[in-house]
């Protein structure tokens, strides 16, 4: 079993940067590949992006490319994502998301493919 812990949501202002972190435990981290995930209420939840086992793998959704880069620290046993440049229409929980992985496998998209989630944290994003 894998527990995931988000932090660093907030309230921000339009053109602001946040980093959010995911802390991992109860599985040897190095094993996990791993993404983030955003929902608002209603809609399904949103891949943002992923990061292979090894790291040096990612891939974003076409909607965040260039504003938000995803990193681990496997010594810290953390995920991050930097978002940058932020719009209202980030506003969203954000989630990170795990699953074991092959050390070079680019992570999925799809929701289905992850067991094991965080609880979430919200950024709201005021224009």
């Known amino acids: 079993q894998v527990q995931m812990v988000e932090s660093g949501g907030g309230l921000v202002q339009a053109g602001d940067s946040l980093r959010l972190s995911c802390v991992a435990s109860g599985r040897t981290f190095s094993t996990l590949g791993a993404a983030w995930f955003r929902q608002t209420p209603g809609k399904e939840r949103e891949f943002l992006g992923g990061i292979s086992r090894s790291g040096d793998k990612t891939k974003y959704a076409d909607s965040v490319k260039g504003r938000f880069t995803i990193s681990r620290d496997d010594a810290d046993t953390t995920i991050y994502l930097q978002m940058n440049n932020l719009e209202p229409e980030d506003t969203a929980a954000y989630f990170c998301?795990?699953?074991?992985?092959?050390?070079?496998?680019?992570?999925?998209?799809?929701?289905?493919?992850?067991?094991?989630w965080g609880q979430g944290t919200q950024v709201t994003v005021s224009s």
């Open positions: 998301a795990g699953r074991v992985s092959a050390l070079n496998f680019l992570v999925p998209t799809e929701v289905r493919a992850y067991p094991y």
